[in-house]
């Protein structure tokens, strides 16, 4: 198996619940780099109500680097403010261009400081950890990665110490900064909750041994089910709620992407076309009009297909639709089991979810980032990282 295609050729799982099978993960090749961003500050960033533009940073860092992978896919996940990404090396030189230049456009166009590292997984594997991988299809367009051994966790740590900086941190000396966003979309209105909340959760087990955390998380999966019922249900993007936007604030932010950095003009040009092609799309929607290869009555559909809004990355990570009454009887079992010394947990709610998307073929491969509204999983890992704090402290 070629190095390069070590992700591609990955057989997919079926059903979300076998992230709890270890026997379902494969080590990563020992070459291979982790990537890590994230954005210094973005906590307060979200808390002055710039959660959608933290959003849209932390997806411009994943489809960079997947545009110089037209031949072979790579894992990643998205973390809200920030990603992590496994690339073989053969792509190290061009993945510094593109992180480069998504950290100045953080910087130039949104007044973000992006921290950008990468990691050898030799690294990772020296230091007692490991990075193992399965495949989850999610859809005929989109395979989602899940993670297990606490080597991604590792990674971000060692990128977000001060001590490592000199040597894991993107230098900015070292190469010219040069990326490619497109398929970064960002186009679709806020979308309320079918049933009055969205909840941005995060659950990471506290066991030692695998085989019991994945008994802990399976436990979770199950009680998430029989408080919320069918994924149908709970499903964070309601069909009928899913609306294009025509607010010039919202989409100003994909044209500060998709223009060149500072280029005042060509954003405003850019703004106008996709307003354009937004009451476009709107009318061939409601008619389901038929354009080239593109079946718009099929776009709602597809995009639900294509949607990230649970994941595991050695923390399981969900955006779920339900009201009041569930969130709290969810919020109750979590904490017991939190009281009990099984797990730690962080939780949020809106009542709506964003999404970013990357949309590469209108027909086909897509994916679309869906967090809560006002914070989500940013305020989520918050409430999350207090609950390890005083667990360490008892």
């Known amino acids: ?8 050729q990955l057989p997919a799982l079926a059903d979300f619940l076998e992230i709890t099978n270890s026997q379902n993960y494969v080590s990563v090749p020992p070459d291979w780099q982790v990537v890590v961003t994230d954005i210094i500050g973005s906590t307060k960033a979200i808390e002055s109500g710039r959660y959608k533009e933290v959003n849209l940073i932390g997806a411009c860092s994943i489809v960079a680097i997947l545009n110089i992978t037209k031949e072979f896919e790579v894992p990643f996940v998205f973390g809200g403010d920030g990603a992590s990404l496994l690339i073989p090396p053969s792509l190290l030189p ?15 166009e949104f007044k973000f400081d992006l921290r950008v590292g990468i990691v050898p997984l030799t690294a990772v594997n020296q230091n007692g950890y490991a990075i193992k991988i399965a495949k989850i299809k999610a859809s005929e367009h989109y395979h989602q990665a ?3 051994g606490y080597g991604l966790t590792h990674a971000t740590d060692l990128v977000k110490n001060p001590e490592y900086a000199d040597i894991y941190l993107v230098n900015e000396q070292e190469y010219q900064p040069e990326a490619d966003f497109s398929g970064l979309e960002c186009r679709w209105q806020d979308i309320p909750s079918q049933h009055g909340e969205i909840v941005s959760i995060l659950v990471l087990a506290t066991a030692t041994e695998q085989k019991e955390a994945n008994c802990i998380y399976r436990q979770v999966l199950n009680k998430f089910s029989e408080i919320y019922g069918e994924e149908i249900d709970f499903h964070p993007i309601p069909i ?8 010039e604030k919202k989409l100003m932010q994909e044209a500060k992407v998709r223009s060149p950095v500072g280029n005042w003009l060509q954003q405003q040009l850019y703004l106008s076309k996709i307003k354009l092609e937004n009451y476009l799309g709107a009318f061939f929607i409601k008619w389901k009009v038929k354009v080239n290869d593109t079946n718009w009555g099929e776009v709602k559909n597809l995009f639900l297909d294509s949607t990230d809004y649970k994941k595991f990355d050695d923390i399981l990570r969900m955006v779920i639709a339900g009201n009041s009454e569930q969130r709290q009887e969810l919020t109750n079992y979590l904490e017991t089991l939190y009281q009990q010394g099984k797990l730690v947990y962080g939780l949020h709610h809106s009542d709506r979810a964003i999404v970013t998307c990357l949309v590469f073929e209108r027909n086909g491969r897509q994916v679309h980032f869906v967090d809560g509204a006002d914070g989500g999983y940013a305020l989520a890992a918050k409430a999350m990282k207090k609950r390890i704090k005083a667990l360490n402290y008892q």
């Open 146 to 148: 899940v993670f297990t």
């Open 240 to 247: 009928d709620n899913l609306k294009l936007s025509f607010d």
């Open 94 to 108: 061009q993945a510094k261009q593109a992180l480069l230049a998504t950290k100045n456009l953080a910087k130039q």
């Open 1 to 8: 198996m070629s190095n390069d295609y070590f992700y591609s």
